[in-house]
């Protein structure tokens, strides 16, 4: 089992709605999570960071955690054109402060 | 956010030449830094784990010999791909861990082809 899973393939939204991103990881002491987008060509960057169970927002992001499930989520509300990119989840790994990271969701916002 | 700087942004080599990536963490100090490499449409593939004063930790299937790592200051990591033939071709990023906040903040990455 890959130790970040992002599965769903690119996702296409309408401006204005709502982008939904899942996630899920194997560690169970995995403690902090982020949330990357990354334009194509550039670096990651970091967008969101989540540690304890159920919800943070920021601004038009949401980021949701459940560590019984070992799931983190991301909501983009009010999608915008410049938020097409991908975005990859990540999770420290127990211990060692490794950062694994997903294979990443790419997200097209449809004007 | 904290700054993490990568030079050069862009370089091309010949094969068999070496090639060296810095990473400077610009206003925090990083004990902890990560290299990664990531091909055209691929995620982000973790090559090794440098902590400062000690030798890196490479991933599985990682040639240490090939790709040199050192993290001699608390500010500056530098990769040297050794012997580099077209297939290292590829984005190369570095991250630095800002242990205050415990979060990992990302050069803007080099890109090397290797002709």
């Known amino acids: 089992q890959k130790e970040v899973e992002q599965n769903s393939g690119p996702l296409s939204v309408p401006e204005g709605a709502i982008a939904s991103l899942n996630c899920t990881y194997s560690d169970r002491g995995s403690q902090s999570f982020f949330w990357y987008r990354q334009y194509s060509g550039k670096s990651p960057e970091l967008i969101m960071f989540i540690y304890s169970n159920g919800d943070k927002e920021d601004g038009r992001f949401t980021a949701q955690l459940n560590k019984a499930s070992q799931y983190v989520s991301l909501l983009i509300r009010d999608s915008q054109p410049s938020d097409s990119a991908t975005y990859l989840c990540?999770?420290?790994?127990?211990?060692?402060?490794?950062?694994?990271f997903g294979k990443g969701n790419q997200v097209v916002v449809i004007p | 956010g904290a700054v993490v700087s990568q030079h050069p942004s862009r370089v091309i080599c010949k094969s068999g030449t070496s090639v060296k990536i810095e990473c400077r963490s610009l206003d925090f100090q990083a004990t902890t830094m990560f290299w990664y490499r990531q091909f055209p449409k691929k995620s982000l593939m973790l090559m090794a784990t440098s902590n400062e004063g000690s030798k890196a930790t490479y991933e599985q299937g990682v040639e240490k010999d090939k790709f040199l790592i050192n993290h001699a200051s608390l500010t500056l990591s530098t990769l040297t791909v050794t012997s580099a033939h077209p297939e290292d071709s590829s984005f190369y990023i570095c991250?630095?861990?800002?242990?205050?906040?415990?979060?990992?903040?990302f050069g803007e990455g080099s890109w090397l082809t290797v002709v």
């Open positions: 991250s630095a861990l800002y242990s205050g906040q415990d979060l990992a903040y």
């Open positions: 990540a999770a420290t790994l127990g211990g060692n402060n490794r950062l694994a």
